[in-house]
């Protein structure tokens, strides 16, 4: 397995949106590649043919009947809103599309 | 008084409440004048409810005096970590980036509790986002660890331990993603159960990794567990994940403790390097105990165990990596940058910045890592492989075995700030109580003794089959009783007065 | 952003590229509630009056799948002719987005509930052409943004966002063709009536209304040219968010011209978003982004696994209402009509109407000819979908009846739906009330006859001379004096009685 760069972090920092400070850059990057050089052992799996688990119990199916439940008052569900404005959530100029 | 009563187990206390020998509010009154007295120095709870406790309290005499049939648990204080959402009272998760959110909503679990009685008395300090095995990774400071307030109260659920050990309450709750109950438990002396994935509900419970957390009762003794047990665990439809069966009879079991005859199976990987000499010791004589109340004692190999740490290092990241991205300073909680000169996305990246400590940027980042394209075969596809091998292992050795035992923690209690810069040590804290998490089983640690060369407190770890989590309070609660005629009293009285 | 895009001619463009396209809709399913916790989906709510915890993505909160968005989706997979999935997962979909509360979409990655079907749809001249399904998965709406500040509403400028969580969590079925090659200059066309007859499908099933202009069915239009007889597909632009069936088709077109004018001169595709723009029917580039987007997919771990029994898809596929398509047939040759014809119905939206106004009694070519003549008129005039006229399918079926009956003639009827439309009653109200009775009084028509051929003698004397054509002109002046009341058969009648021809 490659080691992880400085870069790497940056990176994964901004696809995790943190916006690290150059010196945590290198603390990371250091402690992440101890960190992913000891746990990269589980590719020795990889060729196995094991089914992966990714749920620890084997339910499947469940569901609940399209019925309409109580929903939060707008008051209680602005609540812990940093900003509100016409009883919308209020936040900074968004630079996206989608 | 106000001193014995906070020795009483749940049990005891539920019962002259019952009798009216004593008062909830007398009760939750002596708890509170406890925390009061001793948790500036051990620093368990990030808040204390007292109005709300009290009040809790004044309606389960009331409904006594009305003559109104009691529940098992009716007007026992408790300690509920700070994970599990209180409608009207904060939750943190040990974090800066939910300071001051007062949740709309209950947890299913903190409803539960209301139901049953119990006084909830406040919300206890945890490593942030329960990542972690000592505290310190709390936003608010550490927790002290009763024993000795220089060493850690295992994590994440320190707070619960260590009140339960300071007896600032009888009763708490935790959480178990990798070992964040037994771990606490073992490092403090006290008892904590991971139930079966799925056993209690997770609704309410802020996530770390879906898929391995599991809330779960933390006490003094087994007794107290199991009736603390049976009040959280049960089916809630507002968890998917959550198992629609009746709960197993654990208060029964707790009751009616033995190993008579039982098949007990010792793992051969859990010893070896790392593991910390007196605690391989009481982990023998324990077994050696175990033979002598009657039970069969069964050598077991489960090679995957070796992979189990690495797996879940990604498994656990990865999922949370997800889980946290929700905090994002725009809806609830801290909002950092907001100064008009940046956009949604660079106050987003700069509220989580200064909103999370290193450990949970740490694992985010790790978890980022292992599912990004390109390394999500090698990384959490291979993992979630690993956990199949491990499900796998336990099925065998539960074909030879009715339980399987092993230390909780290869160490005991370490020094605050010890591991608190190397990762990877803290991460071996939970080599024993992770193959769980990623199995489902359920799991207990009970005190089994003090280490000899520090005199701090050893856990033992017991571990049932999928929703056969009554055979650990039949183990739990025979081992507990031999070992308290053993030493003559339950260990936590060693315990130096703080 | 003004920036002028070159273009070669459809025509050039057809000349030298094969488009091949790849179309993705997005469904709202009109369940009661949302796909993973029990909040209202009802439209049209004040903001933020319909979240909870799970969809606001609160700390603490969970998932809870929704058993009818998932029979919605077999069904629409059924109908498509897809297969079921015997076991499938949701998956995390992450990437931050302020409208998304949890910051991922709940949706599906690797394991759709259906997959590898087709529909077949029917171009304006009849011919059928067949579009390849890839799969139909279950996810999530977003919420919706505000932004405020900027001169039009959009982002561009905007000071700040203000976010309701209303749609938050409504359930989506995505639905993703396989590439659409073969259409050749016909592409655009293909693109139109693949999302009509997909329209018409899931409102057949009864799963969504899927208006789309209330945002209820979503196109986005991938496509891409490859030099005429290569194979290997050339990159492909996505046009996100097409909101009509005409832009539908609009957008498809300039994308062909577009790619053409930039590969023609030696030019390369960018991989990209782009936007379409209803008032210039252009696209222009989103916002190039500097990284790749990583989903990093992975299995939901709060919601188990759903393995759809086989007993029961095999239900909900006998339960299958008839198919568009197939419906559309029968009833062409029930009614006797063209292709054509028949387009011109569905174009109107006329035809559920129809069929419920000869349901309601009415004959077939009467219902045919009210809907796509007078009322199409009213709801052009008005700005309305058929749908939304005052009138209803019976009292169009009524108006036939009293025409048939020979109570109203066809410019009586006219006013009596008039008067409908104008919500003065129903037909008999509004006949009652207006006074509009075919004259059937022999002496009043007697003496308007009279009247009429005294006041034009010129055309009584062409008339007695044989030309009954001329009649017409007569008849006319009866109408104009009975005011239209008379029945015109009669009328002419009584004339060539009168002047002594046999009609
Ligand atoms: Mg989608
Ligand atoms: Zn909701």
């Not at chain 2, 959402?85 to 939910?98: A, F």
């Not at chain 2, 997770?202 to 009040?231: I, K, N």
């Not at chain 3, 008339?463 to 009649?471: H, P, T, W």
């Amino acid at each position: 397995m490659p080691g992880i760069t400085r870069e790497e972090v940056a990176h994964l920092a901004r696809l995790a949106r943190l916006e690290l400070k150059p010196e945590e850059l290198d603390h990371f990057a250091g402690q992440l590649d101890d960190i992913i050089g000891a746990v990269a052992r589980v590719s020795e799996v990889a060729d196995q043919d094991v089914p992966p688990t990714s749920h620890p119990l084997p339910l499947t199916n469940v569901m609940r009947a399209d019925e309409v439940r109580p929903s939060l008052t707008p008051e209680q569900a602005l609540s812990g809103a940093p900003a509100q404005e016409q009883q919308r959530f209020k936040v900074p100029q968004i630079l996206g599309e989608e | 008084m106000s001193d014995q009563i906070i020795k009483l187990t749940a049990a005891e206390t539920a019962a002259k409440i019952a009798s009216g020998e004593l008062t909830a509010v007398e009760v939750t009154e002596a708890h509170l004048a406890r925390i009061e007295a001793v948790d500036e120095k051990v620093h368990a709870f990030l808040h204390v409810d007292r109005e709300g406790a009290l009040a809790q309290a004044r309606a389960v005499d009331a409904k006594r005096e009305r003559g109104e049939k009691l529940g098992p648990l009716a007007g026992v204080p408790l300690a509920l970590k700070d994970i599990f959402t209180t409608e009207g009272i904060p939750t943190t998760v040990g974090s800066k980036i939910l300071e001051g959110w007062i949740p709309p909503y209950d947890a299913t679990l903190t409803k539960r509790l209301k139901a049953a009685d119990v006084v909830i008395l406040g919300k206890t300090n945890m490593d942030e986002f329960a990542m972690g095995s000592s505290t310190e990774n709390s936003a608010y400071g550490p927790t002290g660890n009763p024993w000795d307030l220089t060493r850690i109260p295992g994590g994440s659920g320190g707070g619960s331990s260590a009140a339960l050990a300071a007896h600032m309450a009888p009763l708490a709750i935790g959480t178990d993603t990798g070992g964040s109950i037994r771990q606490p438990a073992a490092v403090t002396g006290t008892v904590g159960v991971k139930p079966t994935y799925g056993a209690v509900s997770r609704y309410g419970m802020v996530a770390f990794s879906s898929s391995l957390d599991q809330g779960g009762p933390c006490a003094r003794t087994v007794l107290d567990a199991a009736l603390l047990h049976e009040v959280i665990a049960g089916h809630d439809p507002m968890d998917s994940t959550s198992v629609d069966e009746p709960v197993p009879p654990v208060v029964e079991a707790a009751r009616n403790g033995s190993v008579q005859g039982m098949r007990v199976g010792v793992v051969k990987q859990f010893r070896g390097e790392g593991y910390q000499a007196g605690v391989v010791q009481r982990f023998d004589e324990s077994v050696e105990l175990l033979r002598e109340l009657g039970a069969e004692i069964v050598e077991l190999d489960c090679p995957s165990f070796d992979l189990a740490l690495s797996a879940y290092y990604l498994i656990a990241p990865s999922e949370c990596s997800s889980n946290l991205a929700r905090f994002d300073g725009l809806r609830y909680g801290a909002r950092v940058g907001d100064d008009g000169t940046h956009s949604a996305e660079e106050v987003t990246s700069l509220t989580r910045e200064a909103g999370f400590g290193d450990e949970v940027k740490r694992r985010i980042m790790l978890g980022t890592y292992a599912l990004s394209s390109g390394y999500y075969d090698a990384y959490y596809g291979s993992a979630q492989k690993v956990r199949t091998l491990i499900k796998r292992d336990f099925d065998r050795a539960f074909e030879q075995v009715d339980v399987i035992v092993s230390p909780t923690t290869p160490t005991t209690a370490f020094p605050i700030g010890e591991r608190a810069d190397d990762p990877m040590a803290m991460y071996l804290a939970d080599l024993c109580t992770i193959p769980t998490n990623l199995a489902g089983n359920a799991a207990m640690s009970l005190p089994c003794g003090l280490a000899p060369e520090d005199n701090l407190p050893v856990g033992l770890q017991i571990i049932a089959p999928v929703m056969k989590d009554d055979r650990l309070y039949t183990v739990g609660a025979a081992v507990e009783a031999a070992f308290v005629e053993k030493w003559g009293h339950p260990l936590l009285e060693e315990a130096p007065s703080l | 952003m003004t920036t002028t895009t070159d273009l070669v001619s459809y025509e050039d463009a057809l000349a030298s590229y094969d488009p091949v396209m790849g179309l993705e809709v997005h469904v709202e399913l009109g369940t009661k509630t949302k796909m993973f916790c029990g909040c209202s989906t009802a439209l049209g709510q004040d903001a933020n009056t319909q979240t909870c915890p799970v969809c606001l993505g609160l700390p603490g909160a969970l998932p809870v799948v929704n058993a009818t968005g998932v029979e919605s989706a077999v069904k629409i997979g059924l109908a498509l002719n897809c297969e079921i999935a015997e076991w499938c997962r949701f998956a995390r979909k992450n990437y931050f987005y302020p409208d998304m509360p949890k910051n991922f979409q709940t949706s599906q990655y690797d394991e759709p509930i259906a997959f590898d079907g087709y529909l077949d749809v029917q171009l304006e001249d009849g011919e059928v052409f067949r579009v390849e399904i890839e799969r139909a998965h279950m996810e999530e709406d977003t919420g919706k943004s505000t932004h405020v500040g900027g001169a039009t509403g959009r982002i561009h400028g905007a000071s700040h966002s203000l976010l309701d969580y209303n749609r938050a969590g409504i359930p989506l079925i995505e639905i993703v063709t396989k590439p659409i090659v073969g259409a050749g200059e016909r592409a655009p066309e293909v693109a139109r009536a693949y999302v009509r007859e997909l329209r018409e499908l899931i409102r057949a099933l009864g799963v969504s209304e899927a208006r789309m202009e209330m945002g209820q069915m979503r196109c986005d239009v991938n496509l891409s040219l490859m030099p005429k007889g290569a194979e290997k597909f050339g990159t492909r632009s996505e046009t996100k968010n097409v909101n009509s069936l005409r832009s539908v088709e609009r957008a498809a077109r300039f994308e062909i011209q577009r790619h053409a004018a930039v590969l023609s001169s030696g030019g390369t595709i960018v991989q990209e978003t782009r936007h379409f723009h209803e008032d210039t029917g252009s696209t222009t580039s989103g916002r190039v982004k500097e990284e790749a987007e990583d989903y990093r997919y992975f299995p939901e771990p709060d919601l188990v696994p759903v393995a759809p029994a086989r007993e029961w898809v095999e239900e909900l596929r006998a339960g299958l209402p008839e198919l568009p398509l197939v419906r559309r047939n029968r009833l062409r040759e029930e009614w006797g009509i063209s292709a054509t014809d028949m387009q011109a119905i569905l174009n109107a939206g006329a035809l559920d109407l129809i069929v419920a106004t000869i349901d309601a009694g009415a004959d077939a070519a009467s219902a045919r000819k009210w809907w796509m003549g007078e009322l199409a008129r009213a709801a052009n005039e008005s700005q309305k979908a058929l749908d939304e006229l005052a009138i209803t399918p019976a009292q169009v079926a009524r108006v036939t009846e009293l025409v048939a009956k020979g109570d109203l003639n066809d410019k009586l009827a006219r006013q009596v739906i008039e008067g409908v439309l104008a919500g003065e009653g129903t037909p008999d109200e509004v006949v009652e009330k207006r006074g509009l009775k075919v004259v059937s009084d022999e002496g009043a028509l007697t003496a308007a006859v009279d009247e009429a051929i005294a006041g034009n003698p010129a055309v009584a004397d062409k008339i007695r001379g044989g030309k009954v054509a001329a009649a017409g002109a007569l008849v006319g002046a009866v109408m104009k004096a009975t005011r239209g009341q008379a029945d015109a058969a009669r009328v002419k009648e009584l004339i060539l009685q009168k002047l002594g021809v046999e009609g």
